[in-house]
């Protein structure tokens, strides 16, 4: 049985106004901390000269609705010609549901788009589009919309490292029939060992009744290092070697946590084409995928794109698409 070629049709991205630079006072603290002997969490997120954050009045659901928007526009598609919406806002306006719901009415989708919340972290965008994907060639979807949005800068402890260069934003794409970047495999791994590892949650501890993301101490470096150093370049050589590529055949577009991250993956996968978001607009989670291809996929010049998505369940999904 042939399948249809799914594509890519279009991107979109939403960045808040607001700019904060890293030489604001709010990280002193982190500087300081990198400034210490050792290998330390401030010590290991770096990278970025600036992100954008959210207004206290800012809506995360309008802004990821944005997004959707200019990738439905750049697709050519009408917001009735959907009829899946895969995605996820973080940190959400309620526990549940998900903010993705009123993305749906922001974008003035029809009753008949089924709205799918992924929760996935930092993997959301990817794990969406393969969920799309696989949809779509069992015939039970024609267009999909995967739209993401994250609000962290709301949602973190700035004494601690990781804080240094998390960003707001939001980044969408349209999936449908196609013969340009062509969804061709994905490969994914768990290691739920690391359940814990990193977490979004309350932490009276450090003065914290809402959800603020964090490594949890003793096991949270490990994972960084373990999983989060390693197992990328596994996973994706992995891929590659399933369909007789090399890094040299591909562009590769990745989680951005911070520059070590990057340059360590970078050397270790060696793609031609190495393209982030990070200096400009920080990490923002899991949207740094489809912010970056937003800005870029027009200028991609390999005949390979892989996207990578890793999270703290801990899983990891790298994505191949035919240019």
Same mark, same amino acid.
């Given at each position: 049985m042939t399948h249809p070629s799914i594509s890519f049709l279009g991107f979109g991205a939403a960045l808040p106004e607001r700019i904060r630079t890293s030489d604001d006072p709010l990280f002193e603290r982190i500087r300081e901390a990198a400034r210490a002997q050792g290998v330390t969490e401030a010590s290991l997120f770096y990278g970025n000269r600036e992100h954008r954050c959210l207004g206290p009045e800012e809506s995360l659901a309008t802004l990821t609705a944005r997004a959707g928007r200019a990738a439905l526009e750049d697709a050519g598609v009408r917001p009735e010609q959907v009829d899946?919406?895969?995605?996820?806002? $973080?940190?959400?306006?309620? !526990?549940? =549901? +998900?903010?993705?719901? @009123?993305?749906h009415r922001e974008l003035g989708l029809g009753p008949q788009a089924l709205v799918v919340p992924v929760q996935a972290e930092f993997a959301n965008f990817v794990m969406g589009a393969v969920l799309a994907w696989e949809a779509l060639l069992a015939g039970h979807s024609q267009r999909a919309l995967v739209s993401v949005g994250? &609000?962290?800068?709301? +949602?973190? #402890?700035?004494? @601690?490292?990781?804080?240094?260069? !998390?960003?707001?934003?939001?980044?969408?794409?349209? %999936?449908?029939?196609?013969?340009?970047?062509?969804?061709?495999?994905?490969?994914? #791994? /768990?290691? $739920?060992?690391?359940?814990?590892?990193?977490?979004m949650r309350p932490r009276p501890e450090a003065g914290f009744d809402k959800p603020v993301y964090? %490594?949890? =101490?003793?096991?949270?470096?490990?994972?960084?290092? @373990?999983?989060?150093?390693?197992? =990328? =370049?596994?996973?994706?050589?992995?891929? %590659? @070697?399933?369909? &007789?590529?090399?890094?040299?055949? !591909? /562009?590769?577009v990745g989680h951005q946590a911070t520059r070590k991250l990057i340059d360590h993956w970078k050397d270790a996968i060696?793609?031609?084409?190495?393209?982030?978001?990070?200096?400009?607009?920080? +990490?923002?989670?899991?949207?740094?995928?489809?912010v970056t291809l937003a800005r870029y996929y027009r200028e991609l010049r390999t005949k390979y794109l892989v996207l990578f998505g890793i999270g703290i369940g801990a899983h990891q999904l790298a994505l191949l698409v035919r240019v």
């Amino acid at each position: 049985m042939t399948h249809p070629s799914i594509s890519f049709l279009g991107f979109g991205a939403a960045l808040p106004e607001r700019i904060r630079t890293s030489d604001d006072p709010l990280f002193e603290r982190i500087r300081e901390a990198a400034r210490a002997q050792g290998v330390t969490e401030a010590s290991l997120f770096y990278g970025n000269r600036e992100h954008r954050c959210l207004g206290p009045e800012e809506s995360l659901a309008t802004l990821t609705a944005r997004a959707g928007r200019a990738a439905l526009e750049d697709a050519g598609v009408r917001p009735e010609q959907v009829d899946r919406l895969y995605g996820y806002l $973080s940190v959400s306006e309620f !526990i549940s =549901p +998900n903010g993705l719901y @009123q993305v749906h009415r922001e974008l003035g989708l029809g009753p008949q788009a089924l709205v799918v919340p992924v929760q996935a972290e930092f993997a959301n965008f990817v794990m969406g589009a393969v969920l799309a994907w696989e949809a779509l060639l069992a015939g039970h979807s024609q267009r999909a919309l995967v739209s993401v949005g994250v &609000g962290w800068t709301r +949602n973190l #402890d700035y004494s @601690q490292g990781h804080a240094f260069g !998390i960003g707001d934003g939001a980044g969408a794409a349209v %999936l449908g029939p196609g013969e340009r970047l062509v969804l061709v495999d994905y490969a994914a #791994d /768990t290691f $739920s060992n690391e359940y814990g590892a990193m977490t979004m949650r309350p932490r009276p501890e450090a003065g914290f009744d809402k959800p603020v993301y964090g %490594l949890e =101490p003793s096991r949270g470096m490990d994972a960084f290092f @373990q999983t989060g150093m390693e197992g =990328p =370049p596994r996973l994706v050589h992995r891929l %590659l @070697q399933k369909h &007789g590529l090399t890094g040299d055949d !591909i /562009t590769f577009v990745g989680h951005q946590a911070t520059r070590k991250l990057i340059d360590h993956w970078k050397d270790a996968i060696r793609p031609r084409e190495y393209l982030h978001t990070l200096e400009d607009c920080g +990490n923002v989670v899991f949207a740094s995928v489809p912010v970056t291809l937003a800005r870029y996929y027009r200028e991609l010049r390999t005949k390979y794109l892989v996207l990578f998505g890793i999270g703290i369940g801990a899983h990891q999904l790298a994505l191949l698409v035919r240019v």
